[in-house]
């Protein structure tokens, strides 16, 4: 069953995120993984929260997600993720 990670990401170091970005996007691919959502304007429909830069990755299952993130490839980007932007994360199974 296909799984999707779904990121909100709020940037604080521009410059710093897209050394991030230019690391962490080949191990997207390397595990299976393609970008539905990129960054793209976001609208809040319902509730409170208010998305800043939102990231929708398909995987194959939940598994191949979870290996993508805990991978010795992406600690590196991830490292850089961490310190230049505030992230909010979640693994969900599609139909």
């Keep these: 069953m296909s799984a999707y990670v779904i990121l909100d990401i ?10 991030y ?11 299976g993984g393609r970008f539905l959502v990129r960054g793209g304007t976001a609208e ?7 998305p800043k830069r939102v990231v929708v ?10 290996a993508w993130h ?14 230049t932007a505030r992230t909010i994360g979640i693994v969900v199974e599609g139909a």
């Design 21 to 31: 970005r230019r690391l962490g996007a080949p191990t997207v691919e390397q595990y």
């Design 44 to 50: 809040n429909l319902e509730g409170p929260w208010a």
């Design 70 to 83: 805990r991978s010795v490839e992406y600690q590196d980007a991830k490292a850089i993720r961490d310190r």
């Design 10 to 19: 709020d940037i604080h170091d521009n410059d710093g995120y897209q050394e």
């Design 57 to 66: 990755i398909e995987f194959d299952s939940a598994e191949a997600a979870h």
